[in-house]
């Protein structure tokens, strides 16, 4: 950027640069320059004349902007507690359209405004979609749970179940030797185990009943 300092002596810029009075200089770091406060008060003082490529800048027309809608509100409900602002819903309509911006300014305004409402249909088929998705995944998390919990309680259960009346086998065993050496089973003893005792005592029943 070229500059002229106006000043009548020597005028430092604030990365270093010192510039002549009266000499129009090339300014490297200017867009960081013109940042500052203190530049900005010499512009504006005329102390500093920038030269003729910033003026062509600073008077540039700006971009232009998308024209909105005249129907729609600036904030548009689209599911549950999702809303989406206009200007979200016109770039959106926009990008969809594949229009220049001036393109887009130039539809009449009732094509624009079906394409903007086209948008925000769109908008709320991809809100309810995505709620119901989170439903679903909720729901499975959930039953995941409830079966988790569901299966560590049925083993608590029957680990109560043992202990709260089930026979217990060590016992259950004794008891079947016991029976067993009261009937005259020959040879029985702790070594057996429950099934051989169970029908040694079933056929000594039966002889003794024969």
Known sequence: MKITNNHKGPLG???????APGVEE?????EQLKKNAVVQG???????????????????????????SNLLP???HLDGDVYVSLSDVVRHA???SGLSIEGWNE???TLR??????????LRSEAIAEAEAKTRADAAAAAAGAASAGGAAGADGAAGADGGGAPDPVSDKAVLVARAKELGVAG???HWGTGKLQEAIAEAQKKSEG
């Open 94 to 96: 926009h990008a969809a």
């Open 188 to 190: 029985v003893g702790s």
């Open 13 to 19: 810029l604030p990365d270093g640069t010192v510039l």
């Open 74 to 76: 600036g904030s548009i």
């Open 113 to 122: 405004e079906a394409k903007l409402a086209d948008a925000v249909e769109w």
């Open 107 to 109: 539809l009449d305004d």
């Open 26 to 30: 090339t300014v490297a770091n200017w």
């Open 42 to 68: 010499w512009v504006k003082a005329k102390i500093l004349t920038l030269g003729a490529d910033a003026a062509a800048t600073a008077s540039a027309p700006p971009a232009p902007s998308l024209l909105g």
